[in-house]
């Protein structure tokens, strides 16, 4: 019975682990808010894009290797990592002097 109990409670972290690996990400009055994600290095996280804007955008990173079309009021979920300590950069294509932010692994 404690280890199925262990068993449960073991489960219960990783559940909440993963939850706490998805980090919302707007796009508004075409920029990226925040600008900067700080993520833990190492491990895979998801990105998930709210489009609040009236117009598509694309989120692209060289850096990360990812391209995403999000169309204007939709979401799109993009998972990354996991990833080296460091800065990646990304944008948004069809707004790129404005739609700018980074990922920021530590």
Request: with cysteine; net charge neutral.
């Amino acid at each position: 019975m404690k280890t199925l109990f262990a068993l449960l409670l073991s489960l219960l972290s990783l559940c909440a682990l993963a939850a706490d690996a998805e980090i919302p990400i707007a796009i508004r009055d075409h920029r990226f808010d925040p600008g900067e994600i700080r993520v833990p290095a190492g491990q895979k996280v998801k990105l998930v894009v709210h489009n609040q804007d009236a117009t598509p955008e694309e989120f692209e990173s060289h850096e990360l290797n990812r391209e995403k079309l999000i169309a204007p009021g939709t979401k799109a979920s993009i998972f990354i990592g996991p990833l080296k300590p460091g800065r990646y950069p990304f944008f948004g294509e069809f707004n790129e002097k404005t739609a700018r932010g980074a990922v920021i692994a530590e």
